[in-house]
């Protein structure tokens, strides 16, 4: 599905992606840790093509089409979603309006009929019933005021709304009280099919008792060092990065 | 409201062009070139007006000659030669008016489908009567059967000066006398045509006003004059809105509003303006130097302006509230959009002069490409003026790094009961507001005219129904191509 070759990004002339390498297939949940500034964060704006992540060299497939062609709003129109690690605040534009002026333009993308208010309400309804979040949360301005969980939360209504092929979740658990990292572990989980993939970014393996993933990645200066299965994460939990071998000031 | 696709749908369709700037091919009849005696003259004579009105007029040109053009705004653009300006065109067929819309000239009524208000249409959709001020003469007005039924005069101000003589002569210049400033002076001496609404003590009025502006003829400038009054115990909605073809030269449009509002009255006033703001570089479009004023004179009285103003390349205007009944309230409400090379220099002014007044101002601004946008504001609480409230909140937002916006508010309290309150905020639509938006799958300018609105809100949210859906979709057309 995503296809990572030799990947080099710069932010501000600075190199932080040096050659990373990452396939991921189908029904997979990946998982990638590391230590700060190793580029975590880096790798999922350039999967999604945010501005001032300028990439040097290396290539990004995805389903067979060259993702580094595309504009952000067109990779999710492909089917690509962020969850973000710091959602963003509109004010004055409520959830409902966001999230209908999303969908429709995704379908619109895709050359698909745009949704009737009525389906819209019950399909936003429905999903934000599944995610226990309180309906009156839609009709509030796009994350403001929101505490930390909430705005985890919201991002997982998002997704479940949105539908995407492949999910990237930037440490979407930081921050989060138990009760809200069940939520967010659960959204995650929703997501699973064999149809789908999901690569979820964190700092803790906590998250990955929830969401069991399939590989588990290091990632440190710009490039993946190591990868295995869960017990990869388990093992960086117990022994830390130096463990591995990593200096974490290095990074 | 789903505003945003639907607004994201007729940006493209619009792509870029000014929608309205066409022009009509309309045999019309003008006054010589120029400003002098004869002319304003030739005005009244053409509008068969009474004597007092000439003489009132002369008076207003007398003064003008005396006056200098103001200079204390913030805004730079070459000075109008007045002696190149038609003051007066109308089309031809107004000679004889008509009397209903079968009589109205075919070409005259396609202009307005253009424009996207089909009179026939509205008369049987929306119920919404129009006034359509067509350069110089209002051509058609509509429902003034069914308003008339409740006592509601809604007519031209030529035929108010004819028929209602008595309310004209109280209330003309009343609100904005003839010196009040250079170019209510001017538009005094020249007013070509309006609006004149008056509404009878305890009556509600059953349906929105609303007035369509448009200067079609070259090289001339637009001077109407909208009078408003609401007796007690009224209400009234009034709608205004305004275009303008696409002109290389700039056009002036100088008008004069004024609103009395008496015991336990009610005006709603609100405004779309879209007059041509000229192109990319700047060349062309209309200049907007209009005095709109409300005197809130009878107790527990309240005026509220609305006004969404996207177009223009410059534009200077303050609605402003006389709140001398006790416990009169005025509110204004106010987006200004300016792009490329425009420049507003717009507010308000509150002026307090009743006890337990108080009065609200919500401005937006919105600057993009290389534009200006200035807010001007005054609260004034007078001596006698016991009790005052004033809520004052400015909040601009900058898109690009080559825009300005800029806060002036002027607050001079002479009562040491006056509660004012100021607060004001400057922001930019950020990177990860903008990536956030497109992530989600709305493209550039799509994410731009949501963050925009949603800025806009508390404002948007003050208009009619009717005009709430044109001004969503005017806000994403006005900042098309500002990002990216």
């Given at each position: 599905m995503l296809e990572i070759k030799n990947l080099h990004v710069e932010v501000g002339g600075k190199e932080i992606l040096k050659g990373l390498n990452l396939t991921i297939n189908s029904g997979e949940v990946h998982a990638i840790m590391g230590p700060n500034g190793a580029g975590k964060s880096t790798l999922s704006y350039a999967i999604c093509g945010k501005d001032g992540y300028e990439i040097t060299d290396g290539t990004v497939t995805f389903n067979g089409k060259d993702l580094l062609e595309l504009e952000a709003n067109e990779r999710a129109g492909e089917g690509i979603f962020l969850g973000l690690q710091y959602p963003v605040e509109i004010p004055g534009v409520s959830n409902l309006n966001f999230l209908k002026a999303a969908l429709n333009s995704l379908r619109k993308y895709r050359g698909e009929e745009e949704i009737a208010a009525v389906d819209f309400l019950k399909l936003i309804r429905a999903k934000a019933a599944e995610l226990e979040m309180d309906p009156e949360m839609l009709k509030r301005a796009v994350n403001v005021g929101f505490s930390g969980g909430e705005k985890k939360r919201n991002e997982m209504v998002q997704m479940a709304l949105l539908d995407p092929i492949f999910s990237v979740l930037d440490e979407t658990d930081s921050g989060l009280d138990i009760d809200a990292l069940r939520i967010v572990a659960d959204g995650i989980n929703r997501m699973r099919s064999p149809k789908k993939a999901i690569l979820v970014i964190t700092h803790y393996q906590r998250l990955l008792d929830y969401v069991v993933p399939d590989f588990v990645h290091v990632l440190a200066d710009g490039k993946i060092v190591k990868s295995g299965d869960k017990s990869l994460a388990i093992k960086l939990e117990q022994d830390g990065y130096s463990g591995l071998g990593i200096n974490e000031t290095a990074a | 409201m789903a505003s945003t696709l639907e607004t994201r749908q007729t940006v493209e369709e619009v792509a870029g062009d000014y929608k309205y700037g066409f022009v009509s091919d309309i045999e019309t009849v003008k006054a010589p070139k120029g400003l002098n005696e004869g002319v304003i003259r030739f005005i009244s004579a053409k509008k068969e007006e009474p004597e007092w009105l000439l003489d009132w007029r002369l008076k207003a040109y007398k003064k003008w000659l005396k006056m200098e053009e103001p200079d204390w705004a913030m805004l730079s653009y070459h000075k109008p030669d007045f002696q190149d300006i038609y003051y007066y065109a109308a089309p031809k067929s107004a000679d004889d008016r008509p009397k209903s819309l079968d009589e109205v000239d075919p070409e005259l009524l396609r202009v307005y489908e253009k424009l996207g208000i089909s009179l026939q249409e509205q008369e049987v959709l929306s119920g919404v009567a129009v006034d359509i001020v067509f350069d110089s003469v209002s051509v058609a007005t509509t429902f003034r059967e069914t308003l008339k039924e409740k006592g509601v005069i809604f007519c031209s101000i030529s035929e108010a000066a004819r028929d209602y003589p008595e309310l004209m002569k109280k209330y003309?210049?009343?609100?904005?006398?003839?010196?009040?400033n250079f170019y209510a002076a001017l538009n005094s001496a020249v007013f070509t045509d309006g609006t004149f609404v008056y509404i009878p003590k305890?009556?509600?009025?059953p349906m929105e006003l609303s007035t369509y502006f448009r200067i079609n003829e070259a090289n001339t400038g637009q001077f109407e004059r909208t009078i408003i009054i609401a007796d007690d115990d009224s209400y009234v909605s009034y709608l205004e809105g305004c275009t303008a073809p696409m002109r290389d030269e700039n056009q002036l449009h100088a008008a004069v509003v004024e609103i009395v509002v008496l015991e336990n009255a009610e005006v709603k006033y609100s405004t779309v303006q879209n007059w041509y703001p000229g192109d990319k570089d700047g060349k062309g479009g209309i200049y907007n130097f209009v005095t709109k004023r409300a005197a809130c004179?009878?107790?527990n009285s309240k005026v509220s302006w609305t006004q969404v103003e996207t177009g223009s390349a410059v534009t200077w205007k303050y609605p402003s509230c006389i709140l001398q009944g006790d416990g009169s309230v005025g509110e204004f409400y106010s987006v200004a959009i300016t792009n490329n090379y425009q420049q507003a220099d717009t507010g308000t002014k509150m002026i307090h002069i009743g006890k337990n007044t108080s009065s609200t101002i919500i401005s937006k601004g919105i600057s993009a490409g290389k534009a200006q946008n200035i807010y001007r504001g005054l609260v004034k609480v007078m001596p006698n003026a016991e009790n005052t409230r004033n809520f004052t909140q400015c909040d601009s937002l900058l898109i690009g790094d080559e825009c300005g916006a800029h806060t002036v508010p002027y607050i001079e309290a002479k009562n040491p009961t006056a509660q004012l309150e100021h607060e004001a905020t400057t922001s930019k639509i950020s990177d990860e507001q903008l990536f956030y938006c497109l992530q989600r799958g709305l493209d550039v300018e799509q994410s731009v005219t949501l963050i925009v609105n949603g800025f806009c809100k508390e404002v948007m949210q003050q208009l009619p129904m009717e005009f709430a859906v044109e001004a969503q979709k005017l806000l994403g057309i006005s900042l098309e191509g500002s990002v990216g």
């Open positions: - | 003309l210049g009343s609100v904005v006398p003839v010196a009040d305890g009556v509600r009025c004179r009878g107790t």
